[in-house]
């Protein structure tokens, strides 16, 4: 499975919005990841003062990942392409490039996002 960057944030926090079956999933499945996009959506928000963490975003990251025993996929030209070439349903260019990862991969997606499914993948919320 793979965590949208909002979902990341959540579970870093406690689990906020994500609901008991999408805690359970995430702590129960053998590979969580997430797409190197949710780390350039998480810097950006920290640096424009959208977003507060207790540290810098490089040591933040580095603790959940390891603590929460996620990996991380990196941005290829294929999933670049490919979130290019998606309908034009999600505005969100991040999103954008979390979702062409996600069918790539063949990966459900953890998000509150609704708009996700429209695009045909799975998604957890």
């Known amino acids: 499975m793979i965590l949208d960057t909002c ?18 999933k995430i702590e129960t499945s053998p590979f969580v990841y997430i797409s190197a996009i949710s780390g ?8 424009n003062g959208k977003l507060e963490l207790p540290v810098s975003p490089n040591e933040w990251f580095s603790v959940i990942l390891e603590h929460h025993n996620i990996s991380v996929i990196p941005l290829n030209i294929d999933i670049c392409i490919a979130a290019n070439e998606l309908p034009f349903i999600h505005k969100d ?18 998000t509150g996002d609704s708009l996700f499914k429209e695009y045909g993948i799975e998604v957890i919320s």
């Not at 260019?93 to 459900?108: E, G, Q, S, V, Y």
């Open 93 to 110: 260019p991040c999103d954008r490039f979390i979702i062409a990862t996600a069918k790539k991969h063949n990966f459900p997606v953890v």
């Open 7 to 24: 979902a990341i944030l959540w579970l870093a926090g406690g689990g906020g919005k994500l609901s008991e079956d999408a805690l359970r």
């Open 40 to 47: 350039f959506e998480i810097s950006l928000k920290y640096k």
